[in-house]
């Protein structure tokens, strides 16, 4: 992450939401949210970010790392990046919304 400026390293932790029917259902019962975010950053990073970026309280964090999907590429067998998620739990009545509209 960025030395020179530390909030500025935390706008780049979170690449964006993982929208699922799994997320959408966690997000309804269990105030938990799915972001992909950097394969390099740590639970902290992601919590400090979160709260930074949509102005929450983040109870806690949950990260899961993701292999890379095997294709093909016409005859040449190939494989897709690995990614990082992280699930986010908010505190009692907090809640991001992604649409933009209150």
Not at 22 to 27: I, R, Y
Not at 29 to 35: A, G, K, L
Not at 52 to 73: I, W
Not at 90 to 100: K, P, V, W, Y
């Amino acid at each position: 992450m960025s030395a020179i400026n530390p909030r500025e390293g935390l706008m780049n932790v979170l690449i964006g939401p993982h929208l699922s029917e799994k997320g959408t259902t966690l997000a309804e019962t269990e105030r938990q949210y799915v972001f992909r975010v950097r394969r390099d950053s740590n639970k902290d990073q992601i919590r400090r970010a979160v709260e930074l970026m949509f102005d929450v309280k983040v109870e806690g964090v949950q990260v899961v790392n993701c292999r890379g999907k095997e294709k093909r590429f016409g005859s040449t067998p190939g494989r897709r990046q690995d990614w990082k998620k992280a699930y986010v739990k908010l505190a009692e009545g907090q809640d991001i919304n992604f649409m933009g509209t209150d």
